[in-house]
Nanobody
Framework: QVQLVESGGGSVQVGGSLSLSCAISGSIYSTYCMAWFRQAPGKEREGVAAIYTAINTAVSTYYADSVKGRFTISQDNAENKLYLQMNSLKPEDTAMYYC???????????????????WGQGTQVTVSS
């Protein structure tokens, strides 16, 4: 079992930055592929970024086209935390952001929400103009 708790959401103006954190507890074997998803009202949940950090394997990161160059995903295994640094925020980034764990082998299909077995409760990000 894995437990995930997000924090760091809030309200920010266009062009601002926010840093999201996800505290991880439980089996590390489910944390090799982890991701951030978001869901705006009336829209489907979409993959934002994912990271693959298996032992003796180079770290791999993946991003949705809409956030490339603006968002950075990282994982600190010593602290058992997943991060999402969000810069140059836009109104369309407004959504509930979720941390997910237990993704597929080497993060195959990282953008598909049904690949993940564990989810946090979400943290709201609101970007206003």
């Amino acid at each position: 079992q894995v437990q995930l708790v997000e924090s760091g959401g809030g309200s920010v103006q266009v062009g601002g930055s926010l840093s999201l954190s996800c505290a991880i507890s439980g089996s590390i074997y489910s944390t090799y592929c982890m991701a951030w998803f978001r869901q705006a009202p009336g829209k489907e949940r979409e993959g934002v970024a994912a990271i693959y950090t298996a032992i003796n394997t180079a770290v791999s990161t993946y991003y949705a086209d809409s956030v490339k160059g603006r968002f950075t995903i990282s994982q600190d295994n010593a602290e058992n935390k997943l991060y999402l640094q969000m810069n140059s925020l836009k109104p369309e980034d407004t959504a509930m952001y979720y941390c997910a764990a237990g993704g597929g082998w080497q993060c195959d299909n990282w953008y598909a929400s049904d690949e993940y077995g564990y989810w946090g409760q979400g943290t709201q990000v609101t970007v206003s103009s």
